[in-house]
């Protein structure tokens, strides 16, 4: 029987596909695709890859159906150096096509990004104390390194210290600007893309308390603070942001732990809310999230909550595009687990749902 004066509109249903990255051999799978049940909090395993050396760090590119992943590789003198590889990412079943893969930066690395535009990629090379830039080619894959920029220096702590260690870049959200976070400098540095010469130009930098150890960054939603998470001394410092000059004017500095605890740790991973509203970040050694509630006029902090990450060393985490869940890997128990999000409090419980999976390092949940 015909319907008269309905409208029916058939409507694509994404996937929310959750990417990790892991320490692997090359012989090793490293690479992990695995489908997420919003209802259950379940993980279904879809996909795995091997090929690359340890594979740690993924960025995912939702509107090309993209993955890049960094990797290792040997060059032909036998010097450790970095390397980048292309996936394209079939959405329906929701598996990986190598598109190819490219020596970066002369040292391996631990951390990749990708500009909004999807014009460039950055690298971040902790043991050799450099950022690369490189280009994206049409079709999504790797590009040429155009330009590298050496850190120099050193800071307080005898050992991790001692020398350059950049750890992260994350660009801005108008994309004018790329942040640094220099772990062995105790600084922030600010780089623009000169567009004409294809080369970074520092523009300027944040200097953190002596022994910080600043690892990875996160931006409040509203654009006005950055927050970084530190890793040598388990600290989180708020900044306010200029998004005129990229500059940062630090607000506070807040322990992620909780009063009084003296066993060894360190920080790792740091995320916001999208609504601003909840910070998070993981301590490895308390094994634990640490949850804040986040003033939006003044980017203070207030803790809400402490919560086991159910299992060793968790060295990344994140919440889901939907706010409802957030994922932590936990490296040494080889283990990815499931929270829930309270969207009100900004507290998290466990589901009781978690996959094993060995040495996980970044997750990467995207709808495609």
């Known amino acids: 029987m015909a319907l008269e004066g309905v409208l029916i509109v058939a409507v694509e249903q994404q996937r929310l596909l959750i990417f990790a990255g892991s320490y692997a051999e090359a012989e090793d799978n490293g690479v992990y695709v695995y489908s997420f049940d919003e209802q259950t909090g379940t993980l ?40 980048a590889a292309a996936f394209a990412i079939d959405a329906a079943n929701g598996k990986l096509r190598l598109l190819n893969r490219k020596v970066t930066v002369e040292s391996t690395t631990c ?53 350059p260690h950049p750890h992260s870049s ?54 006005k603070f950055v927050f970084v998470i530190n890793e040598v001394d388990s600290t989180i410092t708020s900044f306010t942001y200029d998004s005129d000059n990229g500059q940062l004017t630090e607000v506070e500095t807040v322990s992620t732990l909780p009063e009084g605890l003296q066993e060894e740790n360190s920080c790792a991973e740091i995320a916001i809310s999208s609504d601003g509203q909840f910070l998070y970040g993981s301590n490895r050694g308390h094994d634990s999230i640490v949850v804040f509630a986040v ?36 490296r040494d128990s080889d283990n990815i687990v499931t929270f829930t999000v309270d969207r009100e409090s900004g507290k998290l419980a466990y589901t009781g749902r978690q996959v094993r999976v060995s040495k996980p390092v970044c997750l990467v949940p995207v709808y495609i």
């Open 111 to 163: 951390h990749i990004q990708r500009d909004a535009a999807s014009r460039y990629l950055t690298v971040t090379s902790y043991h050799g104390g450099m950022i690369g830039l490189l280009g994206i080619g049409e079709d999504g894959g790797v590009g040429e390194l155009l330009d590298v920029r050496q850190h120099e220096g050193s800071s307080r702590h005898p050992e991790r210290q001692d020398r």
């Open 44 to 83: 279904t395993l879809t996909d795995e890859f091997s090929g690359l050396k340890n594979p740690t760090f993924l960025n995912v590119d939702t509107e090309r159906s993209l993955l890049y992943s960094i990797s290792e590789t040997v060059s032909p003198e036998g010097k450790k150096v970095g390397e």
């Open 295 to 330: 003033d939006g006029q003044s980017g203070r902090l207030t803790l809400v909550q402490h919560i086991s990450t159910e299992g060793g060393h968790p060295r990344h985490f994140a919440l889901t595009p939907n706010g409802r869940y957030l994922l932590a890997a936990n």
């Open 170 to 223: 994350f660009y801005s959200p108008d994309g004018r600007y790329l942040l640094v976070s220099d772990l062995g400098l105790d600084r922030v540095v600010t780089y623009s893309v000169d567009e004409e010469k294809l080369q970074l130009v520092k523009r300027s930098e944040a200097v953190l308390h002596p022994g910080a150890g600043p690892r990875h960054l996160t931006f409040h939603p509203n654009g």
